[in-house]
């Protein structure tokens, strides 16, 4: 999959034991080391998600008009009763209540209702099997997000350095803040998934908190009317970016390559436009996770996004974050707002030199995202010291993350970087690039554009 095109292995902790996730991290950095490519690894934290009790190997195939019961419980469900691992189950729910299974592959509607057990009856029936997840609404549940087990499991992985968590059912920046971890790259990147109301109404402030945002269609799409989703995707991608902040767009892209060699037309064409969107990043879940052919899926949600990517209106893109930026007054600290402003140039200088690349160091990745979110039309080529900004610059959009051995001066680091873009990167001596830096080592501010030929 990493030779097919993968930047970040995501792990879904909801399935399986911590010890295994641990093991499979490792597994991924030792495969990712002998490759010799910097491979992010996003651990997503189970969250207040609701699930079925396991089937049978093989599913249950539910059918249309078929009357189902529930109950909460976590040892077993079968075609007739199914078990909800959610002790209010019962409490929570009412009759006209709908059920969607699986990000909404199975439908049911409550009609009935006794003091330990719901009855349903199923709107589209299909194919249950594993744990499947329930959507109960946010405004009910009663389980917030981070829970005892995310943050037990947040322990576990911040020792393990892993790069990235995702923190699942973020309703506001507090929830962010509950994870506790220090600032990427001191700690791990946060990915607030957005996949409820609240979230969506909290965007602004979460986007603040978190280091990237996953628009997680899923779940968002049973807490919102269908016909809003598209509209969200684009919005809550937009405010990322224009805040320097990468978005995944995530659920459901290549579902049908679960069991089929190639995607539906309508599966490419909605990979295509979350590109168009400007998402930094798209997912794979059950395509990879069960899927008959992973590699396979990989290399062809690759060669959809590059083929998205070389139609790309860049130009429009970086007037409309722009002006996205310019009419949100964004309370930018005044380090920042110099950032701001480089990065900004450089991206303008880059277009107008036609540069063959824009050479970006930095310590911790921010000034390596904030020139990403221009999208400009010639690589990006971020250096850093720090290994674990290295593997989180996996995510931002058109970066080649590049570790860089720390030196004594800015002006080390600067030919260091250039020597590296022409030895191993593919420049030619001569070309003109765009060097983006700081003057000093010591305060890692970004605050100085050079424009710059390869030795």
């Not at 295509?272 to 590699?295: I, Q, R």
């Not at 030895?423 to 305060?443: E, F, K, M, P, Y």
Request: net charge negative; glycine share 8%; hydrophobic share 40%.
């Amino acid at each position: 999959m990493i030779h097919a095109g993968m930047d970040v292995a995501r792990i879904n902790t909801s399935h399986g034991r911590l010890e295994d996730h641990l093991e499979t991290q490792d597994r991924i950095r030792g495969i990712a080391a002998d490759i010799g490519k910097p491979i992010g690894i996003l651990a997503d934290l189970p969250g207040p998600k609701v699930r079925t009790a396991p089937f049978p190997k093989g599913g249950v195939h539910l059918g249309d008009g078929e009357h189902i019961t529930l109950t909460a419980g976590n040892n077993k469900s079968t075609a007739e009763v199914i078990e909800v691992d959610y002790e209010t189950l019962v409490l929570d729910m009412r009759p006209g209540d709908k059920l969607a299974f699986g990000d909404g592959q199975v439908v049911a509607t409550i009609d009935g209702k006794t003091a330990d057990a719901l009855t349903a009856r199923v709107n589209f029936g299909g194919l249950l099997q594993g744990r499947k997840g329930l959507h109960i609404p946010s405004d009910r549940l009663r389980v917030t997000a981070p829970t005892e087990t995310d943050l037990r499991y947040l322990d576990a992985f911040v020792e393990h350095n892993v790069d990235m968590v995702a923190l699942s059912f973020a309703r506001s920046a507090h929830d962010i803040r509950r994870l506790g971890v220090e600032p990427a790259p001191r700690g791990p990147l946060v990915v607030a998934k957005i996949e409820t109301r609240a979230a969506v109404e909290n965007l602004e402030g979460i986007i603040d908190a978190a280091g990237a945002v996953m628009v997680a269609r899923g779940d968002l799409g049973a807490e919102c009317p269908i016909e809003e989703i598209p509209h969200l995707q684009k919005q809550i991608i937009s405010e990322c970016i224009a805040q320097g902040r990468p978005a995944i767009t995530a659920t459901q892209m290549l579902e049908s390559m679960i069991s089929s060699p190639t995607p539906t037309r309508a599966e490419a064409s909605d990979v295509a436009n979350a590109v168009f969107d400007g998402s930094s990043a798209v997912m794979l879940s059950g395509e990879t996770a069960v899927g008959v052919d992973p590699v396979n899926t990989v290399h062809i949600m690759a060669r959809i996004c590059e083929r998205a990517d070389a139609e790309f209106d860049y130009d429009q893109w970086a007037e409309r974050i722009t002006e996205i930026r310019a009419a949100a007054r964004l309370d930018v600290h005044p380090t920042d707002r110099t950032a701001d402003a480089i990065t900004h140039a450089a991206w303008e200088v880059s277009r107008q030199l036609d540069a063959a690349a824009i050479i970006c160091l930095s310590n911790t990745g921010y000034t390596v995202r904030s020139i990403a979110r221009f999208r400009p039309g010639t690589a990006i080529l971020g250096f850093s010291p720090d290994e674990r900004t290295v593997k989180q610059l996996s995510l931002s959009w058109g970066v080649e993350p590049i570790h860089q051995p720390d030196r004594a001066t800015s002006y080390e680091m600067v030919q260091d970087a250039l020597h590296s873009a022409r030895d191993a990167h593919a420049l030619r001596s001569g070309d003109a690039v765009v060097v983006v830096s700081g003057h000093s080592t010591a305060t890692r501010a970004t605050d100085t554009l050079r424009v710059m030929t390869i030795p």
